[in-house]
């Protein structure tokens, strides 16, 4: 609207000085000329963002494409035209960037690529189309919501989104204006959908079931539309299943007719009958054809699919009595020879049709020739667009029904490959799989290309479910080397310093990437790498890093106490390197305290526990893992049963720990929710003001009742129950009565023997005994006439054994003769 306000004032003051014979418009002609160019060239770049995002979404075809003087005219099936001028390279005003497999919309400012944001989120291509106008400043401007808001950017309209097409076999490639981004779009063809049976006439024995192999490509939905009558027949993908009736019923022969439904509609059929076939035809899987005759001569054959005609034949052959008039072959016995034999020339990827026909001397028809198809595989592949990090890979597969494309690493082979296929590791191959041609990426195919690097690739086709070995390709993908001689700098910064890591700012003023390497001091004076050359030759091994701004490099798992170089090289976005940097760093090294910490006491009870510790006055600060002896982190961390594992993982912290100051664990360390009767683990080391550390000191901590209230102490007499036990047979009824200060008890039984075998004497240890026994249940209330369902009674009466908490506190277990009723001593 702006645009054609402004066209509008142009015209205007044009027209007031029409009137001044002398005046020279020629200035506001060649203003109008230009904004009616920039008109042209906004509506251009609209068109191609909106194609951009239908061939992202995948959802559209190359109905027609025209090549005239540089400029190709490009018409996609959703009826969207658009024009790219191939080499015209620019900074594009809109572009696509991927991120984690996902396409997203992205603009240019200050000539990088950033995303195009709504309410501060990213914006997938699949979503909306971005709409581009010129603002009142002459700058470039974008929506992505309907026009209520817009983003400025600072590029003009230089160039569109496309740089470069293309032509392919079967597609167009077009390369976004990043000159590094490429997309497939498939040409529309008639040959993107087949439905045909490959075969001719079928004999059948009564009642027999044959399955016969049908050709569908591009069809999406496929039924049974004409049938001989009593004819079993069911379809499914690329199968016909046919029976035939029983002797005495239906039709004895005709035609089966298939509709498949996919862009457009068409028929596939097969004539169908009960007798003896005149002849077998058979091909083999490599490609060796056996004609068996039941009748006295046959005449034979192979031709390309495209040039079959059964009812030319038919008619040529109609009425032949003597078969050396015929320019055909023919044979009155089994035949058997390659498929080459039958041919002039067998083309890789091509459909030939291998037939055969009775000699009878009468009128044939196109139902009489009896025919089988062959496809030949052909596996055709190109490799370009190759830098130093990537390169484009172009395969197509003909006669097959799918392939692998599989990357090789150095102990893949072709025969692993196919033994993994074939067994438990199939599936893992899943995502290298193609149905159609393939035009993609190395990075799409290996993890972080790394330059001068050679790829072999493995094309497998796969044919009626075979692996086929014999067809397989392999082809290289080189990439190029680094360049040298870049002005790209790069400068290192030390940042955090710990025992077993290390921490650098890695810095490059407008570097697309960085390499970055981490080596022990021996290693870089042994490999001398004090040598630009020598250590950008090392770099150039390492996967690169993307750069955006300063970022952090963190290396782990290095030896304390030991001297590294951090080395870096940036490269710019055509793989020149710069300069390279090194920085020089030391891990903290492991000093030991002369300070000394000890376990002075473990204070636990059921759920809870405090350990106190004793320690020398210079100590600032603890750090201690406590878990669970069975617990999953126990078992995890194998080395907790090695005091000096356990050490160096609390100090290079390796390990789930927990830091205290001093001032924290002068009252002790407190743990709480316990499970009664877990074992834990507790151990801890210091450190002093110097950063020096302590020795390991450790203790086991077990959940337990604590102190108890033993039976000389009154209360213990006060507060005791009363119990009943009667006995009938093997149940016992017991009958608890407390007084009201009891808030829980524990009663159990047990024989006399393991009572005075196992059961300790101290009272304590004697209510842990009780707590955990197997046979211990836990009352908060009195009972009555309460039976223990899994107590069985032996003839023997057990002592039963009782141990109650008041107050958060244990009492000494009462211990009773069931027989007599009275207190144990």
């Not at 790209?488 to 910064?493: A, I, Y």
Request: glycine share 6%.
């Amino acid at each position: 609207m702006i645009l054609m306000k402004r066209i509008f004032s142009i015209v205007l003051v044009c027209a007031l000085f029409a009137a001044c014979e002398k005046y020279d418009d020629s200035e506001v002609k060649d203003a109008i000329g230009k904004l009616e160019e920039r008109v042209q060239a906004l509506e251009k770049l609209n068109q191609e963002v909106a194609a951009l995002k239908a061939i992202v979404d995948g959802q559209v075809t190359v109905s027609s494409y025209v090549e005239t003087d540089g400029v190709c005219t490009i018409t996609l099936s959703d009826g969207n035209i658009f024009k790219v001028q191939s080499g015209l390279t620019s900074v594009p005003v809109i572009t696509v960037i991927e991120e984690n497999g996902r396409s997203y919309w992205g603009c240019y400012q200050d000539g990088e690529a950033e995303f195009l944001l709504y309410q501060d989120k990213k914006i997938e291509v699949t979503s909306v189309v971005p709409v581009v106008k010129v603002n009142e400043s002459n700058y470039l401007e974008i929506s992505v919501d309907g026009g209520r808001t817009w983003t400025e950017s600072d590029s003009a309209i230089t160039g569109g989104v496309f740089s470069e097409v293309q032509a392919r076999e079967d597609c167009l490639v077009l390369t976004l204006s990043d000159g590094f981004t490429k997309y497939t779009v498939p040409f529309h063809t008639e040959t993107q959908q087949q439905f045909v049976s490959f075969v001719g006439k079928q004999y059948f024995n009564n009642s027999e079931t044959k399955d016969i192999p049908v050709e569908m490509v591009g069809v999406d939905n496929f039924t049974v539309t004409e049938k001989p009558d009593g004819w079993k027949v069911s379809l499914s993908m690329g199968k016909l299943t046919v029976t035939a009736p029983a002797e005495g019923v239906g039709d004895t022969e005709g035609y089966i007719k298939m509709l498949g439904v996919g862009s457009e509609a068409s028929i596939a059929s097969v004539y169908v009958a009960i007798g003896e076939s005149p002849c077998l035809i058979a091909i083999s899987d490599d490609a060796t054809v056996t004609i068996t005759p039941n009748v006295p001569s046959f005449f034979y054959g192979a031709v390309n699919m495209a040039d079959f005609e059964p009812a030319a034949l038919a008619k040529e052959l109609s009425g032949v009595t003597n078969p050396m008039l015929s320019r055909y072959p023919f044979s009155s016995s089994k035949v058997t020879m390659p498929l080459t034999d039958l041919l002039t020339e067998v083309l890789p990827g091509e459909t030939y049709v291998v037939w055969t026909i009775p000699v009878t001397g009468n009128a044939l028809a196109a139902t009489d020739v009896l025919y089988q198809a062959v496809s030949s595989i052909g596996v055709s592949y190109e490799v370009s667009g190759v830098t130093f990090e990537n390169a484009d890979i172009y395969v197509n597969v003909k006669g097959a029904d799918a392939y692998y494309l599989i990357p090789l690493s150095e102990d893949m082979t072709l025969d692993t490959c196919i033994e993994d296929l074939n067994g438990s590791y199939a599936a893992t191959y899943d995502v290298y799989k193609h149905r159609s041609s393939f035009m993609g990426r190395l990075s799409s195919l290996v993890d972080s290309p790394v330059p001068a690097t050679a790829y072999q690739m493995l094309v497998l086709p796969v044919k009626a479910g075979k692996l086929c070995k014999a067809d397989a390709e392999t082809f290289p993908v080189t990439l190029n080397p680094y360049l040298r001689g870049g002005g790209l700098t790069v400068s290192l910064s030390a940042g955090a310093v710990e025992y077993q890591s290390l921490t650098v700012v890695v810095n490059a003023e407008n570097a697309y990437k960085c390499l970055v390497a981490v080596v022990t001091a021996d290693e870089y004076a042994s490999n001398g790498y004090a040598d630009d050359a020598v250590l950008l030759d090392y770099l150039s091994t390492f996967v690169s890093k993307s750069y955006s701004g300063a970022y952090e490099h963190r290396a782990m798992n290095l030896q304390s106490g030991v001297k590294y170089y951090f080395l870096a090289a940036a490269f710019d976005r055509n793989g020149v390197l710069g300069s390279p940097e090194r920085l020089e760093l030391s891990t903290k090294a492991v000093l030991l305290s002369p300070a000394t910490i000890s376990i002075s006491s473990v204070n636990a009870n059921m759920n809870s526990a405090t350990v106190t510790l004793s320690a020398s006055e210079d100590i600032v600060s603890y750090r201690y893992i406590f878990m669970a002896e069975d617990g999953a982190d126990y078992w995890y961390n194998t080395y907790l049963d090695n005091d000096s594992a356990v050490f160096d993982a609390l100090v290079y912290g390796t390990c789930s720990y927990v830091d205290k100051t001093a001032a924290q664990v002068a009252s002790g360390i407190s743990f709480t929710d316990l499970i009664f009767g877990k074992n834990y683990i507790f151990r801890i080391v210091g450190f002093d003001a110097q950063g020096r550390v302590t020795a390991l000191a450790k203790t086991d901590v077990m959940a337990t009742v604590g102190a108890v209230v033993k039976k000389d102490d009154e209360r213990w007499e006060e507060n005791k129950p009363q119990v009943t036990a009667v006995i009938s047979g093997t149940d016992m009824k017991l009958t608890v009565n407390f007084p009201n200060g009891c808030s829980s008890y524990v009663i159990t039984k047990m024989s006399s023997e393991e009572y005075m075998a196992s059961c300790p004497s101290a009272a304590r240890q004697k209510a842990d005994y009780i707590l955990k026994h197997s046979y211990a249940l836990k009352f908060t209330a009195n009972i009555s006439d309460y039976v223990p369902s899994d107590w069985y009674i032996s003839i023997d009466r057990p002592y039963l054994l009782i141990t109650w908490e008041d107050s958060n506190q244990w009492y000494e277990p009462l211990v009773i003769d069931s027989a007599t009723g009275k207190q144990v001593k």
